[in-house]
């Protein structure tokens, strides 16, 4: 993560302690995910008490729980390279949600209720009854809105895919690494492919981002099975430094939260800085490298 990415998180931080919250859906490949808290109250300025129920916060959808079961079997029937997200809302509310580009074949199923959904491109709107579905167009945003008198429950079923295409060509480097290197292979490969075979990068000028790639999973694998086959004092050791970082941490921004609220709000670079700083010491923990990021909804 470099000084940019640590200053955008900065501004989230901001946000949080000068400016208004209203809290709506941020969608991540979970089983199912329901609505927390009531989006149209500014969680900042909102009153809260330990003692007192709390107005903003959303209901459990207790009603939708037999829908587990069913949810679960909805799964197994797809194949690999298949993903689905559950949604589940409350009536009056909607969901603004974007498809990325390297997200194909993207449709919405609705399960429970009734939604309408926008296009926001086009400005059409598509009603659909329980049982419907539709196709959504990638690389353009749209909104689910919740008109039943019951909570909703639709899910998105889609193929990412970037990341089939990438998992195509991981397979393709692995097999060609197998063949140089039990000789069946005889043809010399091409300066842009030689990291495959040397598992570094260090003589490489300008590297091929998949290759890039491919060589980042390799050390997470071979990081995992060196875990896997680590002894249980090494075991132990990885456990206590791995919570002493996040506990570290933990403390460090809280502190900075705190010195911000009484002294008020120093320069972004600062904060940014003492971000990174943080992040920077935690890095050499993590031994293995990050490698591109599953693409969600």
């Known amino acids: 993560m470099g000084l940019e990415e640590a200053k955008r998180q900065m501004d989230w931080f901001f946000l949080l302690i000068h400016g208004p919250v209203s809290p709506g859906f941020c969608i991540s490949l979970t089983p199912i995910f329901p609505r927390l808290f009531d989006p149209n109250t500014d969680i900042v300025q909102a009153h809260w008490s330990p003692f007192q129920k ?3 916060l959303k209901p459990l959808l207790i009603d939708l729980s037999s829908w587990r079961t069913k949810l679960t079997e909805i799964e197994k029937t797809l ?3 298949t993903e689905v997200v559950f949604i589940a809302d409350f ?3 909607h969901l603004e949600n974007f498809v990325s580009e390297d997200l194909g074949n993207t449709s919405l199923h609705l399960l429970k209720g009734e939604v309408n959904v926008e296009v926001v491109s086009s400005q059409k709107n598509y009603s659909l009854q329980e049982g419907e579905k539709i196709q959504l167009p990638a690389g353009e945003y749209h909104k689910v809105f919740t008109v039943s008198q019951e909570p909703s429950c639709y899910m998105y079923i889609y193929v990412n895919t970037t990341e089939v295409a990438l998992e195509r060509n991981f397979t393709q480097f692995q097999e060609l690494r197998e063949k140089v290197q039990n000789g069946t292979e005889t043809e010399p ?16 000028t300008q590297a091929d981002p998949i290759v890039e790639a491919f060589l980042h999973r390799q050390r997470r694998m071979e990081e995992r099975q060196r875990r896997r086959n680590a002894t249980l004092a090494e075991r132990l050791q990885h456990f206590v430094n791995k919570k002493y970082f996040i506990f570290r941490r933990s403390l460090l921004m809280t502190c900075i939260s705190l010195r911000n609220l009484v002294l008020g709000r120093p320069s972004l670079s600062q904060l940014a800085q003492e971000a990174y700083a943080n992040m920077k010491e935690a890095a050499p923990q993590e031994t293995a490298p990050q490698g591109p990021e599953r693409s969600d909804l």
């Open 91 to 93: 009536p009056g509310l």
């Open 79 to 81: 194949d690999n390279q």
């Open 189 to 204: 490969l091409p300066p842009e492919l030689q990291p495959i075979l040397e598992d570094s990068l260090e003589n490489v």
């Open 54 to 56: 709390t107005p903003w």
